[in-house]
Every structure is written in C-alpha cells, then in structure tokens.
C-alpha cells in the first residue's frame, strides 16, 4: 500500500479549523498543521499539529525533506509574509513540492496543487 499524500498546513486564520476538519476526514491525505506559536494555547485543529518556527527558508526546506511532505496549502493570515515567501523558496528547492493558497471565501485553493488528486 502506498504511503497517504503527505500535506502541511500553514495554519493561522478561523477558516483554517474548518479546513482541518475536511482534511481529517480524507485517509488518504496525512495532513500537518503548522501554527506560529504565538497563541498560548490553541483550539485543537483534529489533524497533526505542530507549533513554532521553522528556522528560515533552509529549516523549512529541510523539514519539507525529512517529512515526506507532498504539498503546502498557506492558510495563514495575509500579513504573515515572511511565512508565505518562505513557503515559496522551500517549494521551490524540493523541485517536487507545490504551494496554493486558500480562500477561506470560497473554501478552495486559489490554484490547483500539483499531485493533489487522492491516492486512492
């Protein structure tokens, strides 16, 4: 059996719960949310989450690798840029990984992910 399509979750906004919440119910999708670590203490998001910094563009690159992540859906607020464009280098320097940024508007990515199809 192949291993689930490995996604994290650049968490931050009210609509990223909700969208956790979709992402748990798909077997086929292992997601990890990643929170900045600023808010003491959390609502529960129902998926694997992980909290604090990555270390820069090298340490994000470097836990994208060590992960598996497949993909990267940025659902963090419009002002974190630091975290989005680090998100961007990362992506781009594992040549295999995609970035889309989520609506919480509409409730869908803003452009399609490459490899987002389910596995199964």
């Not at 003491?40 to 998926?47: F, G, K, N, T, Y």
């Not at 630091?82 to 320097?93: E, G, H, L, T």
Request: net charge positive.
């Amino acid at each position: 059996m192949s291993r689930p399509f490995t996604l994290l979750l650049l968490a931050g906004t009210a609509e990223t719960r909700d969208l956790a919440g979709r992402l748990s119910q798909d077997e086929c999708i292992r997601t990890i949310a990643s929170l900045a670590g600023v808010t003491a203490r959390p609502l529960s998001l129902d998926v694997e989450t992980r909290s604090g910094g990555f270390g820069g563009i090298e340490g994000l690159t470097d836990y994208l690798r060590k992960t598996g992540v497949d993909g990267i859906i940025d659902a963090t607020h419009p002002f974190a840029a630091r975290i989005n464009s680090n998100a961007v280098a990362a992506c781009k320097a594992t040549a295999a990984f995609r970035m889309c940024g989520w609506n919480a508007r509409s409730g869908r990515c803003l452009r399609a992910m490459s490899g987002m199809t389910s596995p199964c």
